[in-house]
DNA sequence: CGGAGGCGTCAAGAAGCCGATAAGGCCGCT
DNA sequence: AGCGGCCTTATCGGCTTCTTGACGCCTCCG
């Protein structure tokens, strides 16, 4: 389970050897780190460029960790995981119905800290699966809702043809050969049916090529395979 | 934040008096709970009837809780919690990246557990509940209120026939398999019994289609699964 | 010039899937 | 005990889809 790069971290603690700690071992994990001493500073920050995760301290200086908490669940979503030195069940139960997503007690391992930041990320990223659509001339292919149309009428296609083009559109442009969409589609038992594809793309063309005998984006690479064109 | 009655909450533990405490404290706040003593008995009760929440001993008889981790994360995306007495970060770090969402040591306090059960099920519902209420034409169907308006007509809809239609409801214009549709209604023991969709699929289409033998919205992909059309 | 291989087209048969219907069992309610 | 709603299970007809074989066209190459 590799860290996901790019991803913004927003470090919220006074103590300037924990700062300085948290912000080396998440840089070396790829993360992205913006480092804030106090609450003031933290929402600060948050709001001029929005981040994906923060980590809260809960003994600030001048407003208290749980109001960071609050001020970042006012506008966002984002996974608030919250430390802290205080292991009192009343300070945890606030902290977590404010809006925290997990709460760790100082001191921790980094191990367990990066695993649980590993946790809700998870958790937040599932919420939009990258869902590719892939447009060509009329034709619009929504690969998430398995949809197809065609000049803006859907087009319904069958098991095997769905995957087929499926097959191609996930990587438009590019060259897939014959064994591949055999393999892919039938298994790989069927690696020299090469005829099957004939007529499942004939069919394919038949249903969404103005015209099937002149095909714009289902080409034939003779002797190889087939491509997606854009 | 009050406690949504009516969550299926699973509980694995071998600890009789554990689970005597977690039954009556869970139900105290109007949790429906299941306890199962054993890994192999937590598995099977979940997948006759899919719950909602699962809290999962490490330390079990027969097959570990990680295993029972990794078995509910192979076919559901419930929110689990890890109780254990093992402190090592090492078991931490192992249960969280097998899947779940928090990892709680024992002794725990009461408190505390039903706040971290109360995060981490904020987040779970949080994520598809975008969208309460969805609108198809002549069709009104209000996830929270769990009822249905057929031409502004109230339809009653048994238990399995809502739970079908708020699995494609939740992702209107998305294909869904017969796979998810049965794992999620009936559970994963259920993958093979696609004519338990056809014929629930006939009453709903009955009861809230205008034409139930040309549905509008009610759309079935054949040899895949089904779709709500808006 | 002629043959071979690859491709597109068509059609027929078989297999699989869906919708409809109804009987039987289970459970809760009266 | 009786009743009714609900789920399961089985059967049947109709339709779609996949497979399979045959045929003609094209291009490439000897």
């Not at 996930?170 to 014959?178: A, D, F, M, N, S």
């Not at 038992?189 to 099937?212: C, D, G, M, T």
């Amino acid at each position: 389970m590799s860290a996901e790069s790019g991803l913004r971290m927003l470090v919220v603690d006074d103590e300037p050897q924990i700062r300085k700690a948290l912000g080396i071992n998440l840089r070396a994990r790829g993360y992205e780190v913006e480092l804030a001493a106090t609450g003031e500073e933290g929402l600060r920050l948050a709001a001029e460029q929005p981040v994906d995760l923060a980590l809260v301290d809960l003994g600030l200086p001048g407003i208290d960790g749980i109001e960071v908490v609050r001020g970042l669940r006012g506008w966002s979503e984002m996974p608030i995981i919250v430390l802290s030195v205080r292991e009192s069940e009343r300070d945890k139960v606030e902290a977590l119905d404010a809006g925290a997503d997990d709460y760790v007690t100082k001191p921790f391992g980094m191990g367990e800290l990066l695993a649980r930041i590993r946790a809700v990320t998870r958790r937040a990223a599932g919420r939009d699966e990258a869902l590719p659509v892939v447009m060509a001339g009329e034709l619009v292919i929504d690969l998430a809702d398995r949809t197809v149309t065609a000049a803006a009428r859907p087009v319904s296609l069958t098991p095997i043809e769905w995957r087929l083009l499926e097959v191609l559109a996930r990587h438009p442009g590019k060259l897939v050969t014959q064994r591949q969409l055999l393999q892919q589609v039938w298994g790989p038992a069927y690696e020299r049916e090469s005829n099957y594809l004939r007529v499942h793309f004939a069919n394919i063309r038949r249903k969404l090529e103005p015209v099937p005998a002149q095909p714009r984006h289902v080409i034939t690479e003779p002797g190889i395979g087939y491509r997606f064109q854009l």
